[in-house]
């Protein structure tokens, strides 16, 4: 980076710049600065404020204009971003708030295999807002999709049943510990992607891609089974 990125207006707010954000999503800098160039205006209309435009250094020696934005800006400017550079900014956020958590520094090393009570709170209470605010925005294209698990009931079976008698079909396959949809499907619609991001007490994030089926999709497993269960 060309210059010092997150920037604390105060005690209680990180501020993340066009630059960082640049990087994070790997972006070019001068293309996130038109897109939010391009969304400033509703974001005024909305909420009656401009987004704060400062200056950097650039390796040239240069002063250069760059934004920087509150978390709550920045996932406004994500939601024109594909969905890999949106989890990035999300993910990042949450490693900026985790950073704040004051763990404590006892000398006793057997006090420090768990943060205290309070600082569990913490996290997890940071945890549900970035997942409330991020995973609404990772998850847009399988909002009301079903999961294996809820189709396989409409097919009066378990889990583990269907999804055999799936990749027996060729209508999925397993690989890298998650499923699939087969080739010959894909592009019509009948899955999505779903994210589910878990927290530990210490703070460890663990990300679970997983599939959903979409209305589409169950009426072609509705008519590859031969069960009428629309």
Not at 76 to 100: G, Q, S
Not at 142 to 151: G, I, N, R, S
């Amino acid at each position: 980076m060309e210059t010092m990125i997150i920037k604390t207006v105060n005690e209680n707010q990180h501020m993340m710049t066009s630059l960082e954000i640049a990087e994070v999503t790997g972006k070019q800098h001068c293309h996130v600065m038109e897109a939010i160039r391009k969304m400033e205006p509703a974001w005024q209309k909305v909420n009656q404020s401009n987004f704060r435009l400062i200056e950097y250094t650039d390796s040239r020696g240069r002063l250069m204009p760059c934004y920087q934005l509150t978390k709550t800006e920045t996932l406004y400017i994500a939601t024109k971003f594909n969905d890999e550079a949106r989890a990035r900014l999300v993910l990042r956020w949450e490693e900026l708030e985790l950073e704040r958590l004051d763990f404590g520094s006892s000398k006793n090393p057997c006090q420090n295999k768990l943060p205290t009570l309070q600082v569990q709170k913490k996290i997890l209470a940071m945890a549900d807002e970035i997942v409330g605010t991020g995973l609404r925005m990772l998850n847009e294209p399988a909002e009301d999709t079903l999961t294996a698990t809820q189709v396989a009931k409409t097919f009066n079976m378990n889990t583990r049943d269907f999804n055999a008698v799936l990749a027996d079909m060729n209508i999925q396959y397993r690989a890298h510990g998650r499923w699939h949809l087969a080739e010959h499907l894909l592009g019509r619609g009948y899955t999505a992607e779903r994210t589910h991001i878990d927290y530990s007490l210490k703070g460890k994030r663990k990300i679970k891609v997983y599939m959903t089926w979409t209305m589409a999709g169950l009426k072609y497993l509705n008519s590859q089974l031969g069960y009428p269960n629309l």
